[in-house]
């Protein structure tokens, strides 16, 4: 059985606008002390020590200049949801639309099928 840091929480499910499909097999691994790190498709670490409850931006390398702010949230062991936009903006209620991310799936085949 891999560590948990060695899991991937991959987004499977975005919901809103037709940008929000970029986010489709960026993942989170937990840490040991609690917190995610946030991961792009190439396995390039985007955000580092995140914390449910908090709201955090990132800049995908095949949109350079657009930050997207997500925030996370958690509904149950290893299902992570939250809020998105990509609005170069932190403000939450600004969300352009809302994904989920569950563990037990196949970041791999989810990368996949965004290349």
């Known amino acids: 059985m891999a560590d948990a840091e060695d899991k991937k929480i991959p987004i499977k499910d975005v919901i809103g606008r037709e940008e929000g499909q970029k986010l489709i097999g960026c993942y989170f691994k937990p840490k040991a002390d609690g917190t995610y790190n946030f991961h792009a498709h190439d396995g390039a670490v985007k955000g580092r020590q995140i914390t449910v409850g908090r709201t955090f931006r990132f800049e995908l ?5 657009v930050f997207w702010t997500l925030n996370l949230e958690t509904d149950a062991d290893e299902i992570l949801k939250g809020r998105w936009n990509d609005k170069n903006d932190p403000d939450p209620s600004l ?11 196949q970041a791999e085949d989810a990368a996949s099928a965004y290349a």
């Open 61 to 65: 390398d095949d949109a350079p200049g």
């Open 95 to 105: 969300e352009d639309g809302t994904y989920q991310a569950q563990a037990g799936g």
